[in-house]
């Protein structure tokens, strides 16, 4: 379970840069909730999935995760029970290690690290039968280093690493954003099975009107640094993209953007 209690937060503040990213914003995520996202550039999606992960301190407000109060505790402590996928390909792996050794990497999650991150005997074998599950081919190259691999493998490897020990939270932000559409696709393919198979608790952001409505049980609209749209259950599945542009107009100069147009 997340809870989100009444959190702000404003960077720069009493400058002529000073920016309110997020307003008294409330949320509440019960355990297997598949929550996505989606809300114009400064909306505050990835700022509020940046407090949730502990990157910055909030202004006000609580953040609890699964009835732990984790709203002091910095990122690295709460990167033992939340699992992230980034934008970016390039992060959330090691690329001058090898697919094994960031997958060992990611089993010791939680847990005091030792001197090695090597797969120890019996973990290969567990290693590439979850690779192989990606449908990519990647378990015939689990000695390649991860910096060899394409943006989609290495996402794939990415979500593979952030779920291989049960995150009680799960975010994503804009984690195809950087992928053609058809690679895309198969890493929202894989997104879901494993959101599914595992019922994580999850987060997603995304810019896609389409990819908001066709995955998980719940959308969430922000606009202005605060929630404008909670829908889920029935009323989620009803929504049709037409819906969400109205929305979207109904919240005011600036709530639509191109790229979510383009989406």
């Known amino acids: 379970m997340l809870r989100v209690e009444n959190i702000s937060k404003t960077f720069f503040a009493g400058t002529v840069n000073e920016k309110q990213a997020l307003r008294d914003v409330s949320l509440t995520l019960n355990d297997g909730d598949f929550c996505t996202v989606i809300g114009s550039n400064g909306a505050g999606k990835s700022t509020l999935l940046?407090?949730?992960a502990g990157v910055f301190p909030i202004d006000s407000g609580r953040i609890c995760i699964d009835q732990r109060?984790?709203?002091?505790?910095?990122?690295?402590?709460?990167?033992?029970?939340?699992?992230?996928?980034?934008?970016?390909?390039?992060?959330?792996?090691?690329?001058?290690?090898?697919?094994?050794?960031?997958?060992?990497?990611?089993?010791?999650?939680?847990?005091?690290?030792?001197?090695?991150w090597s797969a120890k005997k019996g973990e290969t074998k567990h290693f590439r039968e979850l690779v192989a599950q990606l449908g990519l081919g990647l378990e015939d190259r689990m000695t390649a280093h991860v910096g060899l691999l394409s943006g989609g493998q290495r996402q794939a490897i990415t979500l593979l690493m952030?779920?291989?020990?049960?995150?009680?939270?799960?975010?994503?932000?804009?984690?195809?954003?950087?992928?053609?559409?058809?690679?895309?696709?198969?890493?929202?393919?894989?997104?879901?099975?494993?959101?599914?198979?595992q019922k994580l608790?999850?987060?997603?952001?995304?810019?896609?009107?389409r990819d908001a409505l066709r995955f998980g049980?719940?959308?969430?609209?922000?606009?202005?640094?605060?929630?404008?749209?909670d829908v889920s259950g029935e009323e989620k599945a009803r929504l049709k993209p037409v819906d969400l542009l109205k929305l979207f107009e109904e919240a005011g100069d600036g709530a639509l953007s191109d790229k979510m147009l383009l989406g």
Request: proline share 6%.
């Open 50 to 52: 940046n407090a949730v």
């Open 162 to 197: 952030a779920t291989l020990v049960r995150p009680e939270l799960l975010l994503l932000d804009e984690h195809t954003a950087a992928l053609d559409p058809k690679t895309a696709e198969k890493v929202l393919e894989i997104t879901n099975r494993i959101v599914t198979e």
């Open 201 to 209: 608790t999850t987060l997603m952001i995304t810019h896609n009107m």
């Open 69 to 116: 109060d984790v709203t002091g505790m910095p990122e690295h402590r709460r990167a033992a029970f939340i699992g992230r996928v980034f934008q970016d390909p390039m992060r959330g792996t090691a690329a001058g290690m090898m697919i094994e050794e960031n997958l060992a990497m990611a089993s010791r999650r939680g847990r005091v690290p030792g001197f090695s």
């Open 217 to 229: 049980n719940r959308l969430v609209m922000m606009h202005n640094g605060r929630p404008i749209v």
